[in-house]
């Protein structure tokens, strides 16, 4: 497996989404957790190395992640319409504030037809986050649907706008567990909406949400996140 660079989250680290959903299929069954060791890095070979428990990507002998079979439950809202998720976009802290602007998920300046530009805000009158999400065409199989790490992208950076931004620090995905039902295609509306259960000092549990055009859920996360000091992306443990 190799990480391309359009799929960073900090700079110099894959997409924790993103990375979690490649690995994913190594698993099998509808609900997989996937941990995060250390940054993903970009652009060399990793070893994907699989046993009766799960799997491991590894960098040589060094296990960047681990991924096993998990079960995925979580209370999901009633989503925001279309329109109402792009109303909450436009009150997206990271358009001001943001740890890795160049995110393949979040960042605002990740380019146009690079990143998948999903951009969380708050929801009036709710504790919700939600965005819109049109994917491209550069998502999917040949049948039109969305690739399976691209909706387990989609449901990573959102949770951790559910809460409010480390004073001092920035946020990294430990944990990323997902349970997709369904798919979607491109140029599809959809919308991704997150919010948080529960915190527990540097460390916040959420739970993020994925709907089709036609308002059927096509995938739940649950992640955990560790607050660390800005600069020094190391993995919580």
């Known amino acids: 497996m190799i990480i391309d660079r359009r799929y960073c989250g900090p700079p110099e680290s894959g997409n924790g989404g993103y990375v979690a959903g ?22 060399r070979p990793l070893d994907v190395r699989t046993s009766k428990q799960g799997a491991g990507l590894f960098d040589g002998d060094l296990l960047v992640a681990e991924a096993r079979p998990s079960v995925v439950k979580a209370d999901v809202p009633a989503p925001p319409s279309f329109e109402q998720s ?17 995110c393949f998920v979040c960042g605002p300046r990740a380019d146009l037809n690079d990143g998948l530009r999903i951009f969380p805000g708050p929801v009036e009158g709710t504790e919700l986050v939600a965005a819109p999400w049109i994917p491209d065409a550069s998502l999917v199989f040949d049948d039109g649907t969305v690739k399976p790490e691209f909706l387990w992208a989609a449901l990573d950076c959102s949770g951790a706008f559910a ?35 529960a915190h527990e000092g540097r460390k916040h549990h959420t739970a993020t949400a994925l709907f089709a055009e ?8 649950l992640a955990t996140w560790f607050e660390v000091a800005r600069g020094t992306p190391k993995a919580a443990s």
């Open 86 to 102: 792009e109303c909450a976009s436009s009150r997206f802290r990271g358009y001001h504030s943001h740890w890795f602007p160049s």
């Open 163 to 197: 809460f409010p931004e480390p004073d001092n620090g920035a946020v990294l995905l430990g944990e990323l567990r997902v349970h997709l039902f369904g798919t979607v295609s491109a140029n599809e509306r959809c919308v991704v909406v997150g919010w948080q259960l």
């Open 22 to 43: 490649r690995l994913a299929p190594y698993v099998g069954g509808p609900g997989v957790a996937v941990r995060l060791r250390v940054p993903p890095p970009l652009e």
């Open 214 to 221: 036609s308002g059927s859920c096509s995938g739940v996360g």
